[in-house]
């Protein structure tokens, strides 16, 4: 394309904008479920583990489609590809206002974990594409924090507005709306910074300039096969940065409403439960992003600019395990808005390291293999979850006191983990990954 129309400015930023309404999108629809779940476990009569079936379904179609569509994304562009899976997606989640039952639901959940595993890998992708270095992390920050105002905004639309006027069917439907209209904003706004009509020329300079210094002279760009990368330690960090710390963050929008009933607590008088740590997420992922993107300005290197995040966030998400010693709302409110800010600077610097780490055509292969040992991690911690809170039914408010200890200290071994396995080794000076 010829840049023969007047240049949007600063246009890499209304394509992060865009890139965080798809994810607000796509939990929406992914927490419509888990906030209908205490009123229908009791309108289909489902254990704890009835449910935690019926979340693994949803799970291991993400966790497959996460490595999948990594791949894809790479191949067919982040523009075709998310056009394809918003739309699926959308589609799917309207279809399982139909369900009638267990299997129905299951089925569902299944597709809708298919279509929605795109979103990270091709948003890290787009990043990558359209980002300097210095504002990666801010961008994924911007994009990756539409996962907590989802989460958010999910309660008040379902709980709070649709479902006690017109049951829950409409509840699924309404939110599904939402991403045909963005898939037209999408369509129209989306371009790579090569061909795109509406960039500056000093934009576009500036965006080549950064991929030319970032480029290995012996990758050069190649896209990696998955045995090669799978070698690679760096890619085993960048895998259990995710691993070991989403799947409690999945613990909190996916269960907290029949955690909060476990605590004694209703799910509709516990709003504030519902709202404030995804608040605190979106506030710790911008302060992720900025820091840094401030520590690198400063001088600091882009590792240790990335090792700080997680420093903080491993040790911050331990904070959980106070959690067994209080049923008072606010200040379990209080102790999940702490773990999930903490936990986004984590997550925000995982989700960052494919592209700091990887060529352009193995970023979003990278981001799905992390994708997928996240959702590997789900799986089990969701079954362990519906297993464990109903053999514990009889200790009443203390029935997830075990599992809330597991997740504060998973965290904390991930972060070890994840300074250990990233960081300049052979495969740096061989041209295999970049040098943080």
């Known amino acids: 394309m010829t840049n023969s129309r007047k240049p949007i400015s600063s246009l890499r930023w209304w394509i992060g904008g865009l890139l965080f309404a798809s994810t607000v999108i796509n939990y929406i629809d992914r927490q419509t479920f888990a906030w209908l779940a205490p009123y229908l476990k009791l309108e289909y009569h489902w254990t704890n583990f009835d449910y935690a079936a ?19 994304m790479d191949r067919i562009g982040t523009r075709r590809g998310l056009t394809v899976t918003v739309i699926f997606y959308s589609i799917v989640s309207m279809l399982t206002s139909m369900a009638r ?11 809708l974990g298919a279509g929605e595993s795109a979103n990270w890998p091709a948003a890290t992708k787009a990043v990558s594409e359209w980002f300097p270095k210095q504002e990666r992390a801010l961008a994924t920050a911007l994009f990756d924090s539409g996962s907590s105002l989802g989460a958010a905004i999910a309660p008040i639309i379902v709980v709070g507005w649709i479902y006690p006027r017109w049951g829950w069917r409409p509840a699924i439907v309404v939110p599904s709306i939402l991403g045909f209209f963005w898939v037209i904003v999408w369509r129209w706004l989306y371009h790579t910074p090569e061909t795109h009509s509406r960039i500056g020329a000093a934009e576009r300079e500036m965006i080549a300039a950064d991929k030319r210094e970032s480029v290995s002279p012996r990758a050069g760009g190649v896209q990696l096969r998955w045995r090669h990368l799978l070698k690679l330690p ?20 996916d269960w907290l409403p029949i955690y909060l009933v476990a605590k004694g607590i209703e799910p509709k008088s516990g709003l504030i439960a519902g709202w404030l740590p995804f608040v605190a997420t979106d506030v710790g992922s911008f302060f992720a992003g900025w820091l840094s993107g401030h520590l690198i300005r400063r001088g600091m290197s882009l590792g240790w600019a990335r090792r700080v ?4 966030g491993g040790i911050g998400m331990t904070f959980l395990v106070f959690t067994i010693f209080t049923t008072n709302l606010y200040v379990i409110a209080f102790i999940f808005a702490v773990v999930t800010f903490t936990y986004a600077g984590f997550t925000v610097m995982a989700n960052t390291l494919p592209s700091d780490l990887f060529e ?13 040992g ?11 979850v519906g297993l464990v809170s109903d053999a514990r039914r009889a200790t009443g408010t203390h029935a997830f006191d075990p599992i809330m200890i597991v997740a504060g200290i998973i965290p904390f071994i991930g972060m070890v983990l994840t300074l250990l396995l990233v960081r300049n080794n052979e495969a740096t000076e061989r041209g295999l990954v970049r040098r943080i």
């Open 374 to 384: 996240t959702g590997l991690g789900a799986i089990l911690a969701t079954a362990l």
């Open 101 to 111: 039952g267990f299997y129905s639901f299951a089925t569902f959940r299944f597709l």
């Open 234 to 253: 760096q890619t085993w960090g960048t895998i259990i940065a995710k691993m070991f710390t989403d799947p409690v963050f999945f613990f909190i929008t």
């Open 54 to 72: 019926i979340t693994i379904a949803f799970r291991v179609a993400y966790t497959i489609g996460q490595t999948v569509f990594g791949r894809l």
């Open 360 to 372: 352009s055509g193995s970023v979003a292969s990278v981001s799905g293999l992390g994708g997928t």
């Open 309 to 312: 995040p997680i420093i903080y």
